[in-house]
């Protein structure tokens, strides 16, 4: 896997150090933005983590504050829209949508104009660096008006290498990817009623080898890094 690390604002990692964010968020250009949700599409699905406590620093150790998935109109080249979510430990008095077999995490739902859009990129921000794939992908769906498009679930994942004097330091990161819409739907649905009124559509997006690998099964992730 290609990454590219840069060094953060200052800014972001005082929020991330006094704990003053939101759970999930959107950061959408004024040329994604939605005027009339009645004529919109939405794509809706969940991002958990593995808690950060006990400290292993191993494989599962997430050494990331939030992260979050890049979209985009498909044949566009400019930076599209952001949905993000932070790690728990980072938001006072958070309640999580998910706690579910040792991992925890929310739902999420982004209204998108209809048409072609694209996941391109993703984004891992720790106190330290932010982590982006060196080059951009592409996992197309269609948005379509009245439709709801279930993304499934992102587990982000985190993988550490040492440095030259064999500390642990952060080596890269994916997403174990599944479909949990039994239990996501009825979430989603809480989060935003209107999407009630939507029809699901399930068999649209798949985003399994896309990139360099940074999607996977969960039975497909192994020991080591990838």
């Known amino acids: ?23 999930v968020r959107s950061i959408v250009p004024k040329d994604m933005e939605v005027k009339d949700l009645s004529s919109a599409g939405r794509v809706a699905g969940s991002f958990v983590v593995n808690p ?19 979209i985009r109109r498909a044949g566009s080249s400019g930076e599209g829209a952001t949905v993000s979510m932070d790690r728990p430990e980072a938001v006072k008095n958070a309640e999580d949508d998910i706690d579910d077999n040792g991992i925890v995490g929310w739902t999420f739902v982004l209204p998108l104009l209809p048409g072609k859009y694209e996941i391109y990129s993703f984004v891992f921000y720790s106190i330290a660096v932010t982590l982006t794939p060196k080059r951009d992908f592409s996992i197309p769906f269609e948005v379509k008006s009245g439709e709801t498009i279930y993304l499934g679930q992102f587990h982000a994942r985190s993988f550490w290498g040492k440095n030259l004097f064999g500390m642990p330091v952060a080596a890269g990161a994916y997403f174990d990817w599944s479909d949990e819409r039994v239990r996501d739907v009825p979430l989603i649905e809480v989060r935003d009623p209107a999407v009630g009124s939507t029809q699901w559509r399930f068999d ?23």
């Open 1 to 23: 896997m290609q990454f590219k690390l840069q060094v953060m604002l200052l800014l972001s990692s005082l929020l991330l150090l006094c704990g003053c964010m939101t759970t």
């Open 52 to 70: 950060i406590w006990p400290r292993r620093f191993g494989r599962d150790e997430p050494f990331f504050g939030y992260f979050g998935l890049k």
């Open 204 to 226: 649209a997006f798949n985003p399994i080898g896309a990139g360099e690998n940074f999607f996977k099964m969960p039975d497909s992730s192994s020991a080591t890094a990838p």
